[in-house]
T-cell receptor
Framework: RKEVEQDPGPFNVPEGATVAFNCTYS??????FFWYRQDCRKEPKLLMSVYSSGNEDGRFTAQLNRASQYISLLIRDSKLSDSATYLC????????????FGAGTRLAVHP | EAEVAQSPRYKITEKSQAVAFWCDPI?????LYWYRQILGQGPELLVQ????????DSQLPKDRFSAERLKGVDSTLKIQPAELGDSAMYLCASSPRPQGISYNEQFFGPGTRLTVL
């Protein structure tokens, strides 16, 4: 079983749509969680951290469910510029700031 | 804005040849990471340095891969000999020196795209 699992997609949505991605992780001792965004042929960039209480940054909302070991990302009012791959990332608690990446979920927003 | 630099950006080589990648982290960042990202997958950590010391190389194929960060600043990753399955994006990242258990954001360079023929 992979340590971090995501639906690879692609999710094809029209502009203005709301779309949600989920991710599950296997290590119950993991402490920190993140969503990274990766544009085609570019490097990953931190989109947002995920906190137990849930957190919002503009059109983006991230939530963590520790009991079920899943993380979600909700994007409201999708823009063409949101088209990218969204990587679910878990900080490996036994490591030295070691990140474990999911394979990513691809989002394509069309006019 | 400070960035992680990598070179070359693209490398095409034949199998059994040697290749080397270079990374210059953000100035002052003590921790440096090399990742490999195969198409359709997420980045996978190959090796992690704290200053000049390796703190994690558990996923580095040591029979053909080597990495060094001699002065604790820039770093090189070498593959010898390259195999077809090594075709991937090689990403370098850096982060500030750890402070307790808090997470330090890793900043990624643009990567080196390797194609082995």
């Amino acid at each position: 079983r992979k340590e971090v699992e995501q639906d690879p997609g692609p999710f094809n949505v029209p502009e203005g749509a709301t779309v949600a991605f989920n991710c599950t992780y296997s290590n119950s001792a993991s402490q920190s969680f993140f969503w990274y965004r990766q544009d085609c042929r570019k490097e990953p960039k931190l989109l947002m951290s995920v906190y137990s209480s849930g957190n919002e940054d503009g059109r983006f909302t991230a939530q963590l469910n520790r009991a079920s070991q899943y993380i979600s990302l909700l994007i409201r009012d999708s823009k063409l510029s949101d088209s990218a791959t969204y990587l679910c990332v878990v900080l490996f608690s036994g490591g030295y700031n070691k990140l474990i990446f999911g394979a990513g979920t691809r989002l394509a927003v069309h006019p | 804005e400070a960035e992680v630099a990598q070179s070359p950006r693209y490398k095409i080589t034949e199998k059994s040849q040697a290749v080397a990648f270079w990374c210059d982290p953000i100035s002052g960042h003590a921790t440096l990471y090399w990742y490999r990202q195969i198409l359709g997958q997420g980045p996978e950590l190959l090796v992690q340095f704290q200053d000049e010391s390796v703190v994690d190389d558990s996923q580095l194929p040591k029979d053909r891969f080597s990495a060094e960060r001699l002065k604790g600043v820039d770093s090189t990753l070498k593959i010898q000999p390259a195999e077809l399955g090594d075709s991937a994006m090689y990403l370098c990242a850096s982060s500030p020196r750890p402070q307790g258990i808090s997470y330090n954001e890793q900043f990624f360079g643009p990567g080196t795209r390797l194609t082995v023929l």
